[in-house]
DNA sequence: CGGGTTCTTGACACGGCTCAAGCGTAGTGG
DNA sequence: CCACTACGCTTGAGCCGTGTCAAGAACCCG
């Protein structure tokens, strides 16, 4: 086994005892077969805010694990400008996008101080030969990542910018409520550059409609976070019964 | 095997003699590897324009390789509407969506007389446990599906009506070259409806920005087909280098 | 404390949506 | 063969939502 050393003992953590586990690729495996996958893990290390996890054109050697953090994934067009294609938590893999090519089509980089773990894809896929267990697993990521980009694609086409913010407040909701968190305060890390470019306006377009929620009572909203007031409220604005 | 009778020649043609096997999941298989999958493939049957291949919902058993013709694939929200997540031609695998949840999250639909191979998952599963060469193929398609929708999201995000439709014919030319048509000249099966939806867009919108190409001599249109009379300027559009 | 980033707010312009009417083509039935 | 209908496409007028530009406020970091 590869470990690092001079890393934080977060980093030391295995698969077994790792806190996101469930929605990680061990999921719902045996621990014998946890341990399989624990041992073809690379390096376990810290990412600082800022720094890339990996870029556009780089070429495809390992899936990264989420262990803590978050992460934006952006394209990078021809002309230089940049479209945000998601932002990763915990528990995500990163970097489905190249398996196909053996070439980053995206760049990934950390919105905080992360933590990731490596999957060397060669590994993997011996692996993967191996295990149904583990690729049932490794095929329902694949899954949620395209029913992930659908609904992204869904949010661009049909929605006005009311709606879509909705949209992101309960996703995010609803993803810091898997992971233990508190559904009514949570941080947003990223700008609101980011926000508007993932959403498909502009910067000022993601101030004005938040400060529409926060003047309906919605949302209140700190630097870098937001607490929802009315979360039903919101959700059915983003369902589009409500404008 | 399991074969069907009772239905046109083509159905009868297997996946070694079949036209589109280098965009398909044999690829750069070898002979005896693309016979192992030609056994595992169940029907390969015809379907007739407007029929559905499957719907949001279904359960998930199969994935179809798309053997000739044109698909279209939707979602459909809770208020009823759709949203177009793309169009599928032959060589490519429908149903990719499913494989994480068990369950169509999306509906797809032949937009002319079609005819697919239906490959059963789990005879898929037991395959690519043994053969490393299909499982490097199914996870290039995979890659691709993802990289597809990423292209979506940043035609969705970052362009105008008119850059949008550039992109899209520039698009549909390419995947007609890939399959030895004319660039110059190809079917558009979907209709305007369609294909503004694909396009986050209206159909009136679509239908003005195409008259625009037909007064600068870029595109001549016939009813469900289209003339590429300038691709150059096209796609200069499509890369947003000109107005 | 200063300098850079990020956010807010306003005024204005414009792209694309909406609504509405008219046209062309294909299919159907008398 | 010609109404008649249905559907898809085109075109116009007007309006609304967002983008754009600009200035200032708030915040963060060294």
Known sequence: MHQEEATPAACAVHCA???????????????????????????????????LLYRTGSPFASLYAVREGQFKAYRVNRDGSEQVTGFHFSGQ????????????????????????????????????????????????????????????????????????????????????????????????RMTHEDLSNYLGMTRECVSRQLTKFKQEGLVKVAPRELEVLDLAAIKTIAAGKAP
Not at 114 to 142: G, T, Y
């Open 93 to 188: 893999l990163l970097g489905l996008d190249a398996i196909g090519s053996g070439v980053h089509s995206c760049e990934v980089v950390a919105l905080q101080d992360c933590s990731v773990c490596e999957l060397p894809f060669a590994d993997l896929e011996a692996l993967l030969a191996k295990m149904p267990a583990l690729r049932q697993q490794f095929h329902r990521m694949v899954g949620e990542e395209i029913a992930r980009m659908q609904s992204v694609v869904l949010l661009l086409g049909k929605m006005k910018a009311r709606q879509r913010l909705a949209t992101l407040i309960v996703r995010a909701a609803s993803v810091y409520e898997a992971r233990g968190y508190s559904i009514e305060k949570f941080q947003l």
């Open 17 to 51: 005892d790792c806190a996101v586990r469930r929605l990680c690729l061990p999921m719902e495996l045996g621990t014998a077969d946890v341990d399989k996958l624990d041992h073809i893990v690379g390096r376990r290390f810290p990412l600082a805010q800022g720094e």
